[in-house]
């Protein structure tokens, strides 16, 4: 390759190889890490790319403006001509070719940010929820009253009374934030507009519309207590009395 050609070629065959290299060490990262999540890497890579081509873009263009200046400076002797718009032929061309240069570029950049786009819908992010039906650990570990070890890692509380168990969900009625236990005044608050429940689940303030839901307990063969999220049961529907809706137990 002659060397003028090879010396144009340098950065963006530099670009591409540095592009490509975080390619493979994001393919790495996912491996070693599965909970990253694939359509960030994708939309991360999509975004170097990007920087790369702008990067690209302007070196491009300030090698131009050089270039430029410094023609424009050996044709100083046809600057009359040039002033009437008689521009020299192979100015001309060259400018013809930056432009084409130009334009390749910013097509490239413009069908990568598009296919970013594509990618980023073919891979919607994921999330990682905790399995709906879940053992909750044996009867007697529970004492009376309300237990929150489940309130952050499945957004429930159980409740144990003297005769058996029930299950509330953690999210208010009114628009879905996360009511606190207030042990001493026996009652759930939700600290967004104040909406106020029973240990039982019925709403007695604010503007909660209706009580919390309770969800499916059972209890397994091996004796533990058993969760079943995909099964709820709504005061206001007649549903408490409903089988599953509470466990008895008198251990
Ligand atoms: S979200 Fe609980 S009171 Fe509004």
Request: charged content about 15%; proline content about 6%; aromatic content about 14%.
């Amino acid at each position: 390759m002659n060397p003028r050609c090879a010396k144009r070629y340098r950065f963006p065959s530099t670009a591409l190889a540095v592009f490509l290299t975080q390619g493979v060490s994001f393919a790495q990262e996912t491996n070693a890490n599965p909970s990253i999540e694939f359509s960030s890497l994708i939309i991360n890579f999509g975004f170097i790319a990007l920087v790369s081509l702008g990067v690209y873009v302007l070196v491009l263009t300030i090698k131009w403006l050089w270039h430029s200046y410094q023609e424009a400076k050996e044709v100083h002797a046809h600057e009359a001509e040039i002033e009437h718009g008689a521009m020299d032929p192979s100015l001309n061309r060259r400018s013809f070719l930056s432009l084409l240069g130009w334009a390749w570029v910013a097509f490239t950049a413009a069908s990568l940010g598009a296919v970013s786009g594509v990618v980023r819908f073919l891979f919607p992010n994921v999330t990682f929820e905790p399995p709906l039906k879940f053992a909750a650990g044996f009867p007697n570990t529970y004492a009376i009253g309300v237990d929150e070890r489940f309130k952050s890692s499945h957004r429930v509380w159980v409740v144990r009374e003297a005769t058996g168990f029930y299950v509330l969900s953690t999210i208010c009625t009114h628009l879905g934030c996360t009511p606190n236990w207030l042990q001493a005044e026996q009652k759930f608050k939700c600290p967004c507009h104040g909406s106020g429940y029973y240990i039982t689940g019925i709403n007695f303030e604010g503007p909660a519309p209706r009580p919390l839901e309770r969800f499916n307990i059972t209890l397994a063969d091996d004796g533990q207590i058993q969760i079943d999220q995909s099964i709820k049961y709504q005061y206001e529907l007649g549903q408490w009395g409903l089988p599953g809706s509470y466990l008895n137990y008198k251990g």
